[in-house]
């Protein structure tokens, strides 16, 4: 009877470690504690394993590409993080398979699902559509995920984020400082951690200038011109006397510019506008666009910057969140 060949799927199971694990210490590589690393190789010796060449292939494909998930390569906003992405993982020769999930928390389960099919250990996810207990989840199958912009936290994940809360305060705040008194928001998706943060820099600024939050001038739109022009009207439809409002980012501010106008509303003169971002558009549209500016191509280094970092076996620590900054435009008064 031949002898049993283990594989390293038994090895990781009865080390009670990950695959990646197994393989970074199989192969010398960093980030294994020494008493892990100790018990995988005593393990692998018992069980009489030794990783073949194509195994071998196989880590060092894990290793030298990785992923990126985003929710709507049309957005500017993403196209610009993930360039910025891309060219961080160049650097070091890496590729990189990026996967838009057009808004839809079912595509977003299949992408996590092709890239372990196709042995990607490494992910960047810039603003999950998914539940958070679904993307804890997600995360937690592979070896390097970071999160950008989420509400999820835990073992083995990075974080990368931005400030979005001071940055609507500021917009509130500059808002009610120009006498603005009915200032409604246009929330992004319920399970997106920056469109949470957003309402409740929203709910924050309001309140510290003495105005009372009305649920009736909060809405919720999908981040795009034809949700910002829905907003408009079930905004006015509420509130006649709105005389400004900040949306979740500028694709969904520019149909809000574009609802207004079809309700005969003068921008600035009757309703003020900001956005968030500042994508390209946002200076090019009519009237020019107020926004709480993001360094976009910043947040998408950073975001890969960490992920390399961890495949690299290096501690993630993370550093400050990116603080946005107000823009004015024409859409608010300049």
Do not use: Q
């Amino acid at each position: 009877m031949s002898k049993e060949r283990h594989t390293v799927e038994d090895v990781a199971r009865e080390a009670g470690v990950s695959l990646m694990t197994v393989s970074r210490t199989m192969n010398g590589r960093p980030g294994v504690g020494e008493e892990t690393r100790r018990r995988v190789l005593e393990i692998a010796a018992r069980m009489g394993y030794r990783p073949s060449p194509v195994a071998r292939g196989l880590a060092s494909r894990r290793a030298s590409s990785l992923g990126i998930v985003l929710p709507d390569l049309a957005n500017p906003f993403f196209s610009i993080l993930a360039k910025a992405a891309v060219d961080e993982a160049r650097g070091r020769g890496v590729n990189v398979f990026i996967i838009n999930t057009d808004e839809r928390p079912s595509l977003e389960r299949a992408a996590y699902a092709s890239l372990r099919e196709e042995r990607i250990a490494g992910v960047v996810v810039a603003a999950s559509r998914l539940p958070a207990r679904h993307l804890r989840e997600e995360a937690a199958s592979f070896d390097w995920p970071v999160l950008v912009n989420s509400l999820v936290t835990g073992a083995g994940i990075a974080n990368v984020d931005v400030d979005d809360e001071a940055g609507i305060f500021e917009a509130v705040s500059h808002l009610l400082g120009a006498g603005r008194r009915h200032v409604a928001f246009v929330a992004g998706p319920r399970e997106s951690g920056s469109a949470r943060r957003r309402v409740a820099g929203y709910k924050a600024g309001l309140a510290a200038g003495g105005i009372a939050f009305d649920p009736e001038l909060l809405v919720r739109a999908k981040p795009d011109i034809e949700g910002g022009m829905r907003s408009v009207v079930a905004l006015l439809s509420r509130e006649r006397r709105i005389d400004a409002v900040i949306a979740h980012n500028d694709i969904t501010a520019i149909g809000v510019l574009r609802g207004l106008e079809a309700a005969g509303r003068g921008i600035p003169s009757d309703v003020a506008v900001i956005g968030v971002d500042d994508i390209p558009y946002a200076a090019l549209v009519r009237p020019s666009l107020s926004t709480v500016r993001i360094d976009i191509p910043e947040l998408g280094r950073r975001a890969m910057a960490a992920l390399l970092d961890l495949r690299d076996g290096k501690v993630f620590e993370p550093g400050p969140c990116l603080r946005p900054e107000l823009v004015l435009r024409e859409s608010s008064g300049g």
